[in-house]
């Protein structure tokens, strides 16, 4: 019996599937997280937008990027594109070493309120914004005090948002590993303070969990909690030199935290207040992530010998 094909032809068609890609604006792309942020959003597949001043300090990671925009984050009017199209909006955005004059105000809450703007005008689907553990307990500081403001506009803006506030870098504990191979280290006190700091790499995977959590806030740490006296320990350890740890007594940090505050420049004042007052907090999130302490010491003594 002939069967016409051209009749049932429609009802063999196989339907097109059509894949939305979501797009992700990365603001911070150049800085230590941003890189690993951008690399775990296309591992995962998105399109990636990434924003920076500097385009050539994305060469490294160019690859895992759709679309560069050059644009200031401090000026507005250079974004005005940065957010047409884009499901979710990620930022690191925030001084690490103060330059071209700019204040904390500036770029950690200033910068980011300019995205959050233009988010908002472009009717952006999710926030997600980096901060610091405890930063509520640091909110004399500048730099806390500029992320504490806009953590709230950001709870304010009716938008759906994640905040991540992480403990502290593996690249924040590898002065830890510079003083041990001196052959000597000074501590805070008797040291017993506790961090479980985290890698870049980890903090990236886990920020991409925690996307699908409505106006929500998260602390996070890495897989290991440590004293920073053990830290040290374990820095001279691998290095092979037998633990020569100097105990500065509580009263003489916050005594050199003030005169640092009183003679010095903010962009000397801030980080060293900074560093004196973490050194008080324990500063241990949610445990997660496969890198560890020892390994990144190891890495480190491995790259130098």
């Known amino acids: 019996m002939w069967i016409n094909s051209v009749l049932l032809a429609p009802i063999f068609t196989i339907p097109k599937i059509i894949i939305i890609m979501k797009k992700v604006l990365v603001a911070g792309s150049t800085g230590y997280l941003g890189r690993y942020v951008v690399r775990e959003f296309k591992k995962q597949g998105y399109y990636v937008r990434a924003v920076a001043r500097n385009t050539k300090k994305l060469d490294d990671v160019s690859g895992q990027i759709d679309e560069i925009l050059e644009a200031e984050v401090t000026k507005p009017e250079t974004l005005t594109t940065c957010c047409q199209d884009i499901d979710i909006v990620f930022s690191s955005v925030g001084i690490t070493r103060q330059q071209d004059g700019l204040s904390y105000y500036d770029v950690d809450y200033q910068a980011n309120k300019n995205l959050l703007q233009e988010a908002i005008k472009n009717r952006v689907k999710k926030f997600m914004f980096i901060s610091v553990l405890n930063a509520d307990k640091m909110s004399e500081l500048s730099v806390m005090d500029a992320k504490l403001k806009f953590v709230h506009d950001l709870e304010k803006s009716g938008m759906d948002y994640t905040i991540i506030n992480p403990s502290g870098f593996f690249s924040d504990i590898k002065q830890y590993y510079e003083m041990a191979k001196v052959g000597f280290s000074l501590i805070l006190g008797d040291g017993q303070v ?72 903010e962009n000397i004042s801030t980080p060293f207040q900074f560093a004196i007052a973490a050194l008080t907090l324990e500063m241990v999130g949610e445990q997660t992530g496969a890198h560890t302490l020892e390994d990144y010491f190891k890495q480190l003594h491995k790259a130098k010998n």
């Open 194 to 265: 506790k961090i479980n700091p985290i890698h870049g790499e980890d903090l990236a995977k886990y920020c991409l969990t925690k996307l699908d959590k409505p106006k929500s806030s998260f602390n996070v740490g890495g897989p290991d909690i440590f004293t920073h006296r053990e830290m040290l320990e374990l820095a001279f350890k691998i290095i092979g030199n037998s633990p020569n740890i100097i105990s500065v007594p509580q009263w003489i940090g916050d005594l050199s935290s003030n005169i640092v505050k009183t003679l010095a420049p």
